[in-house]
């Protein structure tokens, strides 16, 4: 766990901050949401053990990340200041050390309230506080539900090659990867909340 | 690829019918979405390898995935009657017979303007169009966002076991399994248009 001077240290980063606004979703919600993404105790063990193999990673991570949506325009326009057409490199250069802290998060916060809360404060992040936090005003105010949702995949397949040089065996690497993908997949479900119409969430 | 006439026995099984609207997403927005998912031409070519192995064994996945949802009440929830309180029998045995279907298509189908419209068709069914089909009337009139982006991780998770049982060396199950799952992303995203809000898909 980072201590509380490691977290003030990255900007915009307000997990656990009482300005947060509640999770419109309940833990009940939650628990029956891990069950349809077959998250069970046992991937809590293997997603602490993925931080401990992701934790000297995460810049490469990121790369591949970055790399990623920086070869797509259609991506990168997301972080792309439309007034002048070229992306904002203040903006990327915050995202991006959130998103480090993401993954660890990922692995390492127990979830509960407070995580749920900073799910929700992520969603809004990408809809209607999107560019907010970071004063990023000249990008598009939106990412689509449409690309949310696609990114369980890349986010997944992607940080499989890091999980398996941490050492461990293969059927280890495998659990950890498994767990990873549970993890993702719930939180883009998660995420999806501010983009549901009324009573389809 | 299977006979027009033997796609009229299934019932409700409407692939290709002039009576489907057409899909809200174009075919250029689905190039952009298949890169965000990293499909290629070489998935293409595993999904129909996958269509292949997977071909005699859609009833034990079926065994799988309904044995899942069977065994969760909130999930389960989606095919029960809620006047009586039970599974609507039909119901379940109607969708699973285009489920079956459903596995096929993804590996075999091209993913062209037909395909695309069949995919709003599907996005319909768990929306606006849900129980209509199947005059399933009973039964909740939505399955939630949030369940239909969930379902990523166990109808691919519980896929891998099939791929494997076809004898194909280990590296393409492994690229079988990949192609399958951006398949499923791909799909979820595209069936998450009638969800959201004007101007977030």
Redesign the interface.
């Known amino acids: 766990m980072m201590s509380a001077e490691q977290q003030r240290s990255i900007p915009g980063y307000d997990y656990g901050s009482d300005e947060l606004a509640a999770s419109p979703v309940t833990l009940e919600?939650l628990e029956?949401?891990k069950?349809?993404?077959?998250f069970t105790g046992e991937d809590e063990r293997y997603l602490r053990m993925a931080g401990d193999v992701l934790e000297s990673r995460t810049e490469q991570v990121l790369d591949v990340w970055y790399g990623?949506v920086g070869g797509?325009p259609?991506?990168l326009h997301y972080f792309t200041d439309t007034t002048t057409g070229e992306p904002d490199a203040e903006y990327l250069a915050r995202v991006r050390e959130r998103f480090a802290q993401w993954i660890l998060d990922t692995c390492r916060r127990p979830y509960d309230q407070a995580w749920l809360d900073y799910q929700h404060e992520i969603a809004l992040r990408h809809?209607d506080k999107k560019n907010r936090t970071d004063g990023a005003l000249g990008t598009p105010p939106?990412v689509?539900?449409?690309?949310l949702?696609?990114?369980?995949?890349?986010l997944?397949?992607t940080i499989r090659p890091f999980l398996a040089e941490g050492g461990h065996p293969a059927d280890e690497v495998e659990k950890m990867h498994?767990a990873w993908?549970?993890a993702v997949?719930?939180q883009?479900?998660?995420w999806?909340?501010p983009?549901?119409?009324e009573?389809?969430?």
């Open positions: 919600d029956l949401l069950q349809a993404v077959l990623f797509h259609h991506l809809t939106l689509p539900l449409r690309y949702i696609a990114f369980v995949h890349p997944t397949a498994g993908f549970k997949t719930l883009a479900a998660l999806s909340h983009y549901a119409r009573g389809r969430f």
